[in-house]
């Protein structure tokens, strides 16, 4: 005992020389400062918590939280905090030292991780010195991160964390700034501290200085990264309070976890400088003019203790005040005044143009009646010796430069006309790109041309010598020995750039006005003008016309199910992902009892096949019944454009709505969700942008085009696939269409879908997409099977079973955790080895963008299901699906961005109100879809428009023979360039005369001649 007493009387006065050496804070009132950061602040708060006596001091508070979502691509779990996690204990593992130990939770059923976290009780702190004596979370538990941040809000933040991560040996300390990504390159692993006697598992300083023009991260006063004004542009610049937290998130990027076990991270002490955002201009002034560096403590004394004295300002949040507004009375009335004029104006255009009518036909709502040919006004057969060209009457339109009325379907804006009487046409015009457009007529014998109906299309077929002349953008097709043709209008009218053509018979467009009798075909010998095409009474065919046959209106309704799927399925992954995803953590129970169930069959990526398989019957369907090589190269030309102008279309509205902030809320779905799936970024710049819609059109898969990383959802990953087989189903099929032989057309068939399945291609796609189309238009199978109900039966079970199995393989997975993907992709070419992909040790599950064989067989069986079972067919031809199939392509295009916009506001929103989490997707849902199917009548029109306009003015200025070029100086002569500096009185009348322009033309022989326009 004596010994105990004599050993108290030697402390004590060592005891007295550690109290007098310790120094207040507030006797340093001309601030602080380093000498070697040439750092200045004006206030400090110093705790030791080894010195409080076990409670945390009044400095700092204790914070109690349950966040209702939180922030981060990959956050999949919800922040919290209790006060009891928060102590000031004993660190047994550290040789008993005294820390305030923070506490982080394992998650809660509910998603939420509680941890601690705490504050200083001053929110006033703007720029400053931050250094905390910290301990990472603990190696053996799973992820958590301790984190010093300075936060307003997400742009206005800075915080260096401590991250233990799920395997210890990646542990690292990130510095980041402005709400950035944590990417690994933004900090450093525990064994890469590039400083000596540090271990990072224990208690290191860690130091943060935050200034106006830079802000720089130390670990044991080594600095090892910056941001700077001049390179990172702007900085944080707002007061707040400085926090404390141990949490995790779950974020596989970042802190993952959470712990299984509650883990513990420590602070052993506090010190931090900083300037206060409510001192005033006046104490500023009177504080520089009273002090000086010289005057001011070492921020590198450690004998240092308290707190600087504040006012009751600098315990209230911050607020960015405002200048006062008022109402800038000029410019609104200006635009009042402009806004009424323009209302009228617009107003009174509509007025007049614009029924009831109209709007319903414009919205959707109504058909179009087809108007009834009119009566023909008979032919002038007098012989008259006028030009050949002109109109019976005095009606004559204005001719365009190759003798055809301007009116025509060459101008994209009417129909075609009709040729009525009698006519000895003359030899064709044989330009080599405009053989199917007639330039003159015969001088002997006048046409009566008569309109016909706007979406009706004929085509008159003249022989002379062996020649044959179509009007313009006539294609025949060969309908049960005859011939019916369309117009270009037919060929553009699809809303689906997906498919060429929108109203269909047997796979070739339907024209849907009354039946036309059949064009006579005009033999050699035969006395054309004994010929005549007149049109006849719709309302009682006579016998021998051509009766249209029923539009295949469930192949619409089939492809805009798959359209709605494929929603469905994104729709799914974004809100609801449990049911699809086994790695996604279930809200309910029963989410993976539907994922085990009936989910695969509805909401399985394979619905995208469809997609490719019906489009490639649109592109052939005219191709394989007539075999015309001008509607190949129609189709070839067109294709690109066709798809590529309403994705540039819809990619540059998601572009502007996207930089607008319409994903604001994005970014907080994962937290509510518990998917990770969605994710976009905004486009660096405009060039960038146009740069990747270039590159749809020109990759080739397999791969994903950089695009959709910026867009949302990653659909656009097909245009690229889709062109791609538009050149491979167009080009194989002028050879198949040469294979006579039926076993050595089949045998081609089965060579190229095999080679393209084992090649990874999505060619075989298309293959089988023609080989259906052929079975159906060249041999007739379906006919065959419905005549033959013990073979049809049989079949349509067999292709029903197998359609299932497709889908039954993928919900089999989701009971075995076989993988059958992945060991079908192992049978494989490896590219790099030449080996197998399996034996080259490569065999990993298939990324989405890469074919898969139960994909294609289920698609396939499907297709031929819908094409036999004439119940189906009904079920797909209702009015819905038919109103739905003009708009799958704006559909395919923009449900991604509304699901992203509208429905990560719905859903964060609905949660945040406490709703439950069925309900909350129920609403999203309805909220969703609404809008989407809202959206409709406005983007297709105008997106279509362009498309089709824009395809239109393409294929016409690829298949006609151009303008004859003019001078440069037309209608001057070359005298204004050449004579320019001779006195204008002493030219001739010949000088001043233009020089007329030559075409090219030919003769009767084929020899091209130079002719002058007025020989014309």
């Known amino acids: 005992m004596a010994a105990y007493l004599r050993l108290a009387l030697l402390l004590l006065p060592s005891l007295a020389l550690a109290q007098q050496a310790t120094q207040d804070v507030n006797n340093c009132s001309c601030g602080f400062y380093d000498q070697n950061s040439n750092n200045f602040f004006t206030d400090s708060t110093i705790i030791y918590f080894n010195e409080t006596g076990g409670v945390i001091p009044s400095d700092l508070i204790v914070e109690s939280f349950e966040h209702k979502y939180d922030y981060g691509w990959n956050t999949i779990y919800r922040q919290g905090a209790a006060v009891e996690n928060a102590n000031v204990t004993n660190d047994v593992t550290a040789r008993n030292t005294t820390a305030l130990s923070l506490y982080c939770d394992p998650a809660n059923n509910n998603g939420v991780v509680v941890g601690a976290s705490v504050r200083t009780a001053r929110e006033d702190i703007f720029f400053g010195s931050f250094r905390s004596s910290m301990r990472a979370p603990r190696s053996w538990e799973r992820g958590s991160t301790l984190a010093m941040s300075l936060k307003h809000n997400l742009s206005e933040s800075w915080d260096i964390d401590i991250m233990n991560t799920d395997n210890s040996s990646w542990a690292w300390v990130s510095y980041l700034a402005k709400g950035v990504f944590p990417d690994v390159w933004l900090g450093t692993n525990f064994t890469d501290v590039d400083v000596n006697n540090v271990d990072l598992w224990y208690y290191e300083e860690y130091r943060v200085d935050w200034t106006r023009d830079r802000i720089d991260y130390y670990i044991a006063d080594t600095l090892l990264h910056s941001y700077t004004r001049k390179i990172n542009g702007t900085l944080p610049s707002t007061p707040a309070p400085l926090k404390w937290q141990h949490y995790s998130l779950g974020n596989l990027y970042s802190t993952q976890g959470p712990p299984l076990s509650q883990s513990e991270a420590n602070i052993q002490w506090i010190r931090i400088f900083f300037n206060s955002s409510v001192t005033t201009k006046e104490q500023q002034a009177a504080f520089d003019l009273k002090c000086t560096v010289a005057d001011a403590c070492l921020m590198a004394d450690n004998n240092l203790r308290g707190s600087s004295i504040y006012a009751k300002e600098s315990l209230k949040k911050w607020k960015q005040t405002h200048a006062k507004w008022t109402v800038p009375w000029v410019p609104l009335i200006i635009d009042i005044v402009f806004l009424g004029i323009f209302t009228f104006v617009t107003v009174k255009a509509l007025r007049r143009r614009m029924t009831w009518e109209k709007l319903r036909l414009f919205l959707g709502i109504s058909k ?19 030009d050949n060209n002109s109109l019976s009457g005095s009606d004559a339109p204005e001719r365009n430069f190759m003798g055809l009325p301007r009116e025509s379907a060459y101008s994209g804006l009417s129909t075609p006309p009709v040729y009525t009487g009698t006519a000895t046409p003359a030899p064709a015009y044989q330009s080599p790109s405009t053989s199917q457009f007639p330039s003159r007529m015969n001088s ?11 979406h009706g299309s004929i085509q008159s077929t003249m022989h002379q010598g062996g020649s044959q002349t179509s009007f313009p953008f006539y294609e025949g097709t060969k309908v049960s020995g005859t011939t019916t043709p369309i117009s270009s209008k037919d060929i553009y009218s699809s809303s689906n750039p997906f498919s060429d053509e929108n109203k269909l018979q047997d796979g070739v467009p339907a024209s849907p006005v009354s039946p036309i009798e059949q064009v006579p075909q005009v033999s050699e010998k035969q006395n054309a003008s004994e010929v005549k095409v007149t049109p006849v009474d719709a309302k009682k065919p006579a016998a021998g016309r051509v009766i249209a046959a029923q539009r295949i209106d469930y192949l619409a ?55 490719l398989m019906i489009s490639t019957r649109f592109l052939i369907s005219n191709y394989l019944r007539t075999g015309k090589l001008d509607n190949m190269a129609q189709k070839i030309v067109s294709r690109p454009f066709r798809l590529l102008t309403p994705v540039a279309s819809i990619a540059l509205l998601e572009y502007f709505l996207m ?4 994903l604001a809320w994005l970014e907080y779905l994962p937290s509510v969700t518990w998917s990770s799936w969605p994710y976009t970024s905004l486009v660096a710049n405009p060039g960038v942008f146009l740069s990747e819609l270039i590159q749809l059109a020109f990759l080739i898969p397999n791969a994903v085009p950089q695009i959709t990383y910026h867009y949302c959802t990653g659909v656009l990953w097909t245009i690229p696939v889709q062109l791609q087989g538009a050149w491979q189903t167009l080009i194989g099929l002028i050879v198949i269409k040469e294979c006579k032989t039926p076993w050595k057309r089949f045998c081609f068939y089965a060579f190229c879908i095999i080679n393209h399945w084992y090649g990874l291609s999505w060619g075989s796609y298309y293959y089988a997409g023609i080989l259906m189309a052929d079975l159906d238009i060249t041999y007739k199978y379906k ?27 993928d919900m089999v997975t989701q009971w075995t955790g076989v993988q059958y993907a992945t060991v079908e992709y192992g049978w494989h070419p490896d590219t790099t080895t030449g080996l197998s992909i399996y034996a080259a040790g490569n065999a990993v599950y298939p990324d989405y963008y890469i074919p898969r064989l139960n994909a294609l067989i289920t698609t396939v069986s499907m297709q031929l299901v819908v094409e036999i079972c004439p119940t189906l067919q009904k079920v797909l031809s209702i009015k819905l699906f038919q109103w739905i199939f003009p708009h799958i392509f704006t559909i395919y295009l923009i449900h991604g961005f509304i699901f992203w916009s509208v429905g990560s506001w719905a859903m964060v929103s609905f949660s945040t109100y406490g709703l439950p989490y069925w309900l909350s997707v129920l609403l999203t849902a309805i909220a969703c879809y609404g809008t989407l199917f809202a959206s409709l009548p406005i983007l297709t029109p105008p997106i279509e428009l362009l498309g089709k306009n824009m395809t239109l003015s393409i294929w016409e200025h690829a298949s006609q023979e151009p303008v004859p070029r003019q001078p440069t100086t037309f209608p001057f002569g070359k005298e204004l360039l050449l004579a320019r500096d001779v006195d204008a009185q002493k030219l001739t009348v010949d000088e001043k005369l233009p020089i007329e322009p030559e075409i090219d033309s030919k003769d009767d022989t084929g020899k091209r001649v130079s002719v002058k326009v007025e020989e014309i």
């Open 368 to 386: 179009r009646q087809p108007k009834e040919p009119e009566e023909p006004t008979g032919a002038n057969t007098s012989g008259s010796t006028t």
């Open 444 to 454: 002997k014998d006048d046409l009566t041309i008569e309109p016909v109906p706007r």
């Open 557 to 611: 309704g089939f492809i805009s199910i798959s359209a709605l799927l494929v929603t469905l399925n994104h729709f799914g992954l974004t809100f609801w992902a449990a049911v699809i995803e086994s790695t996604v953590r279930p809200h309910y129970q029963s989410e993976v009892w539907a994922r085990k169930t009936i989910g695969t069959y509805f909401l399985d990526p394979l619905w995208i096949g469809p997609f």
């Open 659 to 662: 930089d607008a902030g319409a």
């Open 783 to 809: 006919k065959w099977l419905h005549a033959r109900p013990f073979v049809y039966y049989p079949f349509l079970l067999f292709v029903i079973i197998v359609a299932l199995g497709g889908f039954t393989i």
